[in-house]
Structure formats: C-alpha cells, structure tokens
C-alpha cells in the first residue's frame, strides 16, 4: 500500500512542473527552439552569452539538454523504484550466483555488477545513441509520438517540448541531489528513511 501511495504521489506531482496554460487562442504557430524552456522570470537563460557569440552551437546544446533530461527522469523514477525494493526476480549473473535482489540500493549498486555486465550496459547505450537516438538528429523527434499518438497541433507539441524540457532540468537537479545524498550519508531520500 505504501508503494502504491508513493507512486500515485509521484504521478500526481509530475503536473506541478508542467506549464499553465494560458488561455490565448492562436491559428498557427510555429514551433522556436529558443521560446522552448524560456520561463519566467528568467526567460532564455544564456548567461554565458552563447547565443550572441556561438549561435550555431545553440541547436546542438539544446539537443543534449534535451538527451540527457530524458535520461536523467529515467533515473529518478528507476531510483525511486529500486530504493522501494521492487526488483527483478532472477539473476544477474547466473555464474557469479549474483541475483537482482542482492544488488545494493543507489550509487553503490554499480559496484555489484560484474564486468560483463556493465560493458553490455555500455554496447547498448551505443547503439541507441548511434543507431536509434543519433546525437546528430537535433529535433529529438525520434518517430515514436507521445506514448504511440503523434502530436499535429503545433501549439500542444510546443507546450508538450516546454513540458519535457523543464522536466528535464529538474530531473537533472533531482538526480544530481539524490546522488549527492546517497554518497554522503547512504540516504538518497532525506525525508525518507530508508534503512
């Protein structure tokens, strides 16, 4: 019941970070890269000036901050599950007598995983990045829609970028943090306990 609490929590909290809509009634719009993520009361934050001096970089920068916030909401929900000891049955490694269920919670989890293991990890993060999700496709549309329903509204598609986006950087943060907890004192969560 409890798992089932937090989760239903975490579901319900996704909303908090997605914008307000503002009730303006547009027939097109065109979808710019660099409205995408602006937020108030900061706008476009560039304070490097990388916009003004490096403008042609701006489309590849963005990508990345685009790759790695869907990484980094991966890792929050994959922590969140993992830290509530919901894991596979079976092995890991069948030769080393290594289950799921005895890998360690949070960073030190790593540490558990035998060689060929981690570099199959690696082998896959490869190919999705070469072959599936390549670096060079700026747009972040990888053909798969939102959950299977492509998005023809240009207003809905932006408002769902600006979503991901500013999810994105807070999963970043949140990761960041969890990390940074778990390390110092073994308790990624500090508001739950976790021991």
Same mark, same amino acid.
């Given at each position: 019941?409890?798992? @089932?609490?937090?989760?239903?929590?975490?579901?319900?909290?996704?909303?908090?970070?997605?914008?307000?809509?503002?009730? /303006?009634?547009?027939?097109?719009?065109?979808? &710019? #890269?660099? =409205?995408?993520?602006?937020?108030? !009361?900061?706008?476009?934050?560039? !304070?490097? $000036?990388?916009?003004? %001096? =490096?403008?042609?970089?701006?489309? *590849? /920068? *963005?990508?990345?901050?685009?790759?790695?916030? *869907?990484?980094?909401?991966?890792?929050?929900?994959? %922590?969140?599950?993992?830290?509530?000891?919901?894991?596979?049955?079976?092995?890991?490694?069948?030769?080393? &007598?290594?289950?799921?269920?005895? +890998?360690?919670?949070?960073?030190?989890?790593? /540490?558990?995983? !035998?060689?060929?293991?981690?570099?199959?990890?690696?082998?896959?993060?490869?190919?999705? #990045?070469?072959?599936?999700?390549?670096?060079?496709?700026?747009?972040?549309?990888?053909? +798969? $829609?939102?959950? $299977?329903?492509?998005? #023809?509204?240009? =207003? =809905?598609?932006? /408002?769902?970028?600006?979503? #991901? @986006?500013?999810?994105?950087?807070?999963?970043?943060?949140?990761?960041? $943090?969890?990390?940074?907890?778990?390390?110092?004192?073994?308790?990624?969560?500090?508001?739950?306990?976790?021991?």
């Amino acid at each position: 019941m409890y798992k @089932l609490a937090i989760t239903a929590l975490l579901a319900g909290s996704a909303a908090a970070f997605a914008p307000a809509s503002s009730g /303006r009634a547009t027939t097109s719009l065109a979808v &710019n #890269e660099l =409205e995408l993520g602006a937020t108030a !009361p900061l706008g476009v934050y560039d !304070p490097l $000036g990388w916009l003004d %001096t =490096e403008p042609e970089t701006f489309e *590849r /920068r *963005r990508a990345v901050e685009r790759k790695h916030g *869907r990484i980094a909401m991966m890792a929050v929900v994959g %922590t969140i599950v993992h830290q509530n000891d919901i894991e596979f049955d079976g092995y890991l490694s069948p030769s080393a &007598n290594l289950k799921f269920s005895d +890998v360690p919670n949070g960073v030190d989890g790593i /540490r558990a995983v !035998p060689t060929a293991g981690l570099l199959q990890i690696l082998f896959f993060f490869a190919l999705v #990045e070469l072959a599936w999700m390549p670096a060079s496709k700026y747009d972040g549309d990888y053909g +798969v $829609g939102w959950f $299977g329903d492509a998005i #023809e509204d240009p =207003e =809905e598609k932006a /408002r769902k970028l600006n979503a #991901e @986006l500013n999810n994105g950087r807070a999963a970043m943060m949140g990761i960041l $943090g969890i990390m940074v907890h778990d390390c110092m004192d073994g308790k990624p969560f500090i508001f739950i306990d976790s021991n």
